[in-house]
């Protein structure tokens, strides 16, 4: 195992009963979880779900099952995370296809949702997410991206696999996503820095 992280370090003292290390822990990985998960719902699942609170779901499920978590290197937490970000999609897609044959359905307040309920925790992993105007800057620029490139940046950058991860599971070799990461970063500075702050 590689030496501990900051993450690692945060988790630790989650489980040591520390929830102000769980909140920090959370908060570092929202960003990237939000991009995550954006990108993993389709459009029409866009129509019924919020970013926010699929990304409140994953966090509530992560708090739920921190246990179960094992550490084996730096990014284990944002893959855990991505597979946490799948199920809750196919739980909320699920949902939708019952509730559109029974009735209606009620999502938690937000900003495109200002008359929905509360959450009962106002502490909730979802208030971290202040950051909402740089995600959404952020989304903007990852969707003006060819796709390849998009999906190179969400591999590498986001979920933070290493260039053998990405080959296999790309099936290209080593220097090519080497290559395709390397190209795919340069246009995304071009358009970070062509874009009006």
Request: glycine share 4%; charged share 30%; aromatic share 10%.
């Amino acid at each position: 195992m590689e030496p501990p992280t900051s993450t690692f370090t945060l988790l630790e003292q989650a489980r040591a009963g520390d929830r102000q290390a769980l909140s920090h822990t959370f908060e570092k990985y929202q960003k990237r979880l939000a991009v995550l998960v954006y990108f993993k719902l389709s459009s029409e699942a866009r129509a019924f779900s919020e970013i926010e609170d699929v990304v409140q779901d994953v966090f509530l499920r992560a708090f739920r099952d921190l246990d179960r978590f094992q550490y084996q290197s730096p990014g284990s937490f944002l893959r855990w995370l991505s597979t946490i970000a799948d199920h809750v999609i196919v739980d909320r897609v699920r949902y939708q296809n019952r509730e559109r044959r029974a009735g209606e359905n009620v999502a938690f307040r937000s900003p495109r949702n200002p008359g929905g309920p509360e959450p009962r925790d106002t502490q909730t992993p979802s208030r971290l997410f202040a950051q909402q105007e740089a995600v959404e800057r952020l989304l903007d620029r990852l969707r003006a991206l060819p796709e390849d490139y998009r999906q190179a940046i969400l591999l590498a950058r986001v979920e933070g696999l290493s260039t053998a991860e990405m080959a296999e599971r790309l099936g290209k070799s080593r220097e090519a996503v080497a290559l395709l990461v390397y190209r795919a970063v340069k246009r995304f500075r071009a358009i970070c820095e062509a874009a009006p702050r």
